[in-house]
């Protein structure tokens, strides 16, 4: 069975372009994305795949970071001089 790597994606003039890279996990090829509107994809047996729901879950916490509510306290902010929970 071959392996399954990553690659950073994206499309210019119609045209798929990929990373040159076998990256290992989702979350550095997603570091290797150069273009906005980029993506990772799998590749096994030369052949394009879709992220599973766990690599899909991977890829957006390494490009938009934590998903959940943060429980760190709210910040009083200064907006006119008038304090307000931020």
Excluded at 65 to 83: F, M, N, T
């Amino acid at each position: 069975m071959s392996k399954r790597y990553f690659v950073a994606v994206y499309t210019d003039s119609g045209c798929l372009c990929a990373c040159e890279h076998k990256h290992q996990n989702v979350t550095t090829a997603a570091a290797c994305i150069s273009q906005p509107g980029g993506y990772v994809v799998a590749v096994r047996r030369q052949q394009y795949l879709p992220l599973t729901e766990a690599e899909q879950a991977e890829f957006e916490s390494a490009m938009y970071g934590r998903q959940e509510p943060s429980e760190a306290p709210a910040i009083p902010l200064l907006v006119g001089g008038v304090k307000v929970q931020g």
